[in-house]
């Protein structure tokens, strides 16, 4: 029996640094990003976390963005 939505949802998990430094300069060649799930009832805000980005050749936050 399905309920109305799922628990387990697919999140894009993207660069904070990245981002930031897209929209001033375009020092970098893209955009980091990772895709994952998250559980909706044990984490309903937005998810950080701290992930390789292969653009700037460190550990970053990654924060949740919309599809």
């Given at each position: ?21 897209n ?45």
């Amino acid at each position: 029996m399905a309920k109305g939505k799922d628990v387990r949802v697919i999140i894009i998990l993207e660069c904070t640094c990245c981002c930031a430094r897209n929209g001033v300069n375009k020092e970098s060649p893209g955009i980091s990003r990772y895709i994952t799930q998250k559980n909706r009832h044990n984490t309903p805000s937005r998810l950080e976390l701290r992930k390789f980005c292969r653009y700037c050749h460190r550990h970053t936050i990654h924060g949740e963005i919309k599809k």
